[in-house]
């Protein structure tokens, strides 16, 4: 269970503490995450104790669930951290397509949730040269962590974008496979509620109520799901259960390296494209300034003449 002493250790908000420790994972949520245990769900790992209990599936061969990988103050710190950057968002005050809202077409239904990008912007799952910010210091220190426990190792894995998602109660997403454009493993880390996740290659089902999968599991508050292998696709997708409470998501995705130059060679060009179309707008505006001025001086030459001859 986790500890919630650390939280007295920095001031925060009494809200933030009060919701991050009403959200931390319960007895009640741990007797639940032991009874999914059964054959067909996840190995399980811990930092002190590696691998204690669990099976898995061919399907799910890949999966790793990290419990209590988030202390209580990083969670508030994160908590606090996306409570600011969605104000900035939805204010139009994040660069570029930092932030994304939901698409109206799907609130109604309860699909999709707010994201955050960091490091590159994906939309259903396609990646895209669009500007966002880079991984935030505070994020950065999230993959420490997560290279501390052993979750991803080496700077081949090491993340270098975030995508995060803001659920709210009753949202949910539907079967998708993430990008090949992102090595593997990716890794998320789970926040404010626990909410379940199904894994299979012929997942179906509607808004959020999903049958067929092969593995599903919960993941708890602070938990890290770690997906690799063939739970990581292109044939096993996966699905988000619809939100029995708020919760935010940090998805943690390294881009291939493939995919890293040529989004890197594509805003290069952007960036070039829109540099020379600025100069040139510049260059048409000074030669406007000039042929006003030069026509003001003769307008004035041929008065001081008329004068003269007058
Ligand atoms: O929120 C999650 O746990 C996973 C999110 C996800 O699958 C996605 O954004 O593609």
Redesign the pocket.
Known sequence: MLALCSCSAMPLPRAVALAVAARAWSAAELDLHEAALAPGTLAVRRRSAPLFRGCCRPISSGLDLYLDVAPPLLQARLVLFVAEALRAGRAGELHGKSYMPVPSRWVARGKSREMLQYGVFTNA?RVSDADVLPLPPLLVEVCDLLESFGIVSGPAQRPDTC?V?V?AEGSW?PP?V?SAKFARPFC?L?LLSS?R?AFGDSICGDDGSWRGAETRTL?PIGSV?RVAGAAAGPRCA?A?SSASAP?I?F?FRRLAPEARVAIEQSRAERAARSAAKHARLRAEKLERRAAKAAKRAAAKAALSVGSKLG
């Open positions: 799952n995508a998602n659920y997403l998708h993430d998320t789970s909410q996740v993941m799901l996966h988000l919760r998501s998805t």
